[in-house]
């Protein structure tokens, strides 16, 4: 099986810009969720997309956006960035429906840079 | 709020050099622990999922356990190989996000 891709794999951008990534999740999965990780706070959860809606939000600005599409695909959106974005971005995609704990199989992510 | 703190932060041992990586969790309902191995650059890799205190699951020079308020990775004669972060997530029931540590970074010298 495929794992989860993850494209771009690198980008940079100035303060200002807007950025979109894109995930594909490993086939059959139905939630993806997306995390940022910086040196200095680790892996941070941003949100969490099963069927379409997004289930679950952590606490970042409404500058954080994201959708999922009809085929799990998800993609995020990051408007009016700031240097503090930079970061890596990762996607994690689960069979999670069922009641038991369920593993997150994670992307290579995406590394933004913000200048 | 789950909290998740791992140690030591870095740690560096020689070939064949046994040791212990400790995550400690506080987590409304524990639904799962994780554990992954994240090389630089690249995402993590799972690991294990362990459920309830009393657990144990093994893979090579790998061994997780667990209690109710913390969680050990053991590693066995490690090989450079081995060197990487391990990192530590809790899941709660209720909903499906991680809750990570910020890791253990293990360098392994031959």
């Known amino acids: 099986k495929a794992g989860v891709t993850q494209t771009p794999r690198y980008l940079i951008k100035t303060r200002g810009q807007q950025v979109t990534l894109s995930c594909s999740p490993i086939?059959?999965?139905?939630?993806v969720s997306w995390y940022q990780q910086t040196p200095g706070q680790g892996l941070q959860f941003l949100f969490e997309?099963?069927?379409?809606?997004?289930?679950n939000k952590g606490n970042f600005p409404g500058r954080f956006s994201g959708r999922q599409f009809s085929n799990s695909r998800s993609e995020m959106n990051v408007s009016t960035l700031e240097l503090g974005d930079s970061a890596l971005y990762l996607c994690?995609?689960?069979?999670?429906?069922?009641?038991?704990?369920?593993?997150?199989?994670f992307g290579p992510g995406t590394r933004l840079t913000v200048l | 709020e789950d909290q998740v703190t791992q140690s030591p932060e870095a740690l560096r041992l020689q070939e064949g050099e046994s040791s212990s990586l400790n995550c400690s969790y506080t987590?409304?309902?524990?639904?799962?622990l994780f554990w992954y191995r994240q090389d630089p650059g690249k995402g993590p890799e799972f690991l294990f999922t362990?459920?309830?205190a009393g657990e144990e699951k093994e893979k090579e020079r790998l061994k997780a356990t667990l209690t109710k308020k913390e969680s050990f990775l053991h590693i066995t004669a490690p090989k450079p190989e081995d060197s990487a972060t391990y990192l530590c997530?809790?899941?709660?029931?209720?909903?499906?996000?991680?809750?990570f540590g910020k890791g253990n970074q293990v360098v392994v010298i031959p």
């Open positions: 994690a995609s689960s069979p999670q429906g069922r009641q038991g704990a369920s593993e997150q199989f």
């Open positions: 086939s059959g999965h139905r939630s």
């Open positions: 997309y099963f069927s379409e809606t997004q289930r």
């Open positions: 987590v409304s309902g524990l639904r799962g």
């Open positions: 362990l459920y309830s």
């Open positions: 997530a809790v899941q709660a029931y209720g909903n499906n996000r991680l809750a």
